[in-house]
């Protein structure tokens, strides 16, 4: 059964630094991974994604700023999402999500953690 647990949520100030982690545990091969954030109110948002072959993409809002990274460790897969000049926008609960990389849709999603960036 895939389960995804994330951490590393926080709070920071702007211009500061933070790095999420999600662990992925059960099947794991062929996942493409995604880091997604959403305010209340607001629509979830796409942030950062790497495919099988640890090709990135970014929104345009963190590119140069955020960097996505995965590894597999002890039978388990990890993905990282390390995000450098925090602003105040970044200030979202953030969710890892997997999907099949033949898939479109993410299927698999975290409970979320919460990053706060004051100014």
């Known amino acids: 059964q895939v389960q995804l647990v994330e951490s590393g949520g926080g709070s920071a100030q702007t211009g500061g630094s933070l790095k999420l982690s999600c662990q992925h545990s059960?099947?794991?091969?062929?996942?493409?991974m995604g880091w997604f954030r959403q305010v209340p109110g607001k629509e979830r948002e796409g942030v950062a994604f790497?495919?099988?072959?640890?090709?990135?993409?970014?929104a345009d809002s963190v590119k140069g700023r955020f960097a996505i990274s995965k590894e597999i460790a002890r039978n388990t897969l990890n993905v990282f999402l390390r995000m450098d000049s925090l602003k105040p926008e970044d200030t979202a609960t953030y969710y890892c999500?997997?999907?099949?990389?033949?898939?479109?849709?993410?299927?698999?999603w975290g409970q979320g953690t919460q990053v706060t960036v004051s100014s």
């Open positions: 059960g099947y794991f091969s062929r996942r493409c």
């Open positions: 999500a997997a999907r099949r990389c033949s898939a479109v849709t993410f299927d698999y």
């Open positions: 790497i495919e099988d072959d640890n090709s990135p993409t970014y």
